[in-house]
């Protein structure tokens, strides 16, 4: 799938929908979010598979596929199931633990605060909650990141992945109508934002603090003139 097809996809995306083929049929596309499926029909897991689902993903050029910034996507991803012989490295090398065998044991992922009582409270939470159900905690793994490539959103995003955030908006229009019929309308939008520390909120400091920062100005003006004749 991977090998030979890019090119003829490309042309056919450049003309239009492509043709009917196979599951395909261009009579149920529509503007909600698209779907890939890439499966071994023998159930063996093999990294072409993973790099098929790569090669979807970068098909999908609308809802996910690609973001405002053109080289960055907006939520598309790849669902596999857990990659074992991966798991096990990191399990050996980074916790000093050995794995159960496959489908005895699970995995996930959790934002967590970057407060450190924060974090550290939520994370003694769901190990209470773990131990709890008779289950055991092998340990914490903490994900790495390559903002490298990516737009400045992402690159934000991952500098504060506490996601806490300061952001102002505000539009104000002035409408004059100078002769019967005839109007200007003068706009203005402006917008800053800034991020704040985890678990800090003070509305008035932050206002103020919005308001001496740097805002993105947008100026526009309409006009309507009325033609008698």
Not at 122 to 137: H, N, P, W
Request: net charge positive.
């Amino acid at each position: 799938m991977t090998s030979g097809r890019p090119n003829a996809l490309h042309e056919e995306l450049a003309l239009g929908m492509p043709g009917a083929r196979g599951l395909y049929d261009p009579r149920f596309e529509h503007d909600s979010c698209g779907v890939g499926f890439v499966c071994d029909i023998k159930g063996v897991a093999r990294n072409r598979i993973v790099r098929a689902a790569e090669h979807i993903n970068c098909c999908m050029v609308h809802r996910g596929g690609v973001g405002y910034e053109k080289n960055t996507g907006d939520g598309a991803g790849i669902l596999t199931a857990l990659p074992h012989k991966l798991f096990a490295k990191f399990a050996k090398r980074q916790l000093k633990q050995k794995l159960p065998s496959p489908g005895r044991y699970g995995a996930g992922n959790v934002f967590l605060p970057r407060a450190i009582k924060e974090r550290q409270h939520c994370k003694s939470v769901i190990e209470e909650r773990i131990k709890a159900e008779g289950q055991t905690l092998i340990g914490w793994r903490k994900v790495p990141v390559d903002p490298d490539g990516a737009g400045p959103r992402p690159a934000a995003t991952i500098g504060n992945p506490d996601f806490s955030a300061r952001s102002l908006r505000g539009n104000a229009v002035v409408r004059w109508e100078y002769r019967p019929g005839s109007t200007l309308f003068f706009v203005w939008t402006t917008a800053c934002s800034a991020y704040a520390p985890s678990a800090q909120f003070d509305a008035v400091g932050d206002v103020g603090r919005l308001c001496q920062g740097r805002a993105d100005n947008v100026f526009a003006v309409k006009a309507n003139y009325w033609l008698s004749l």
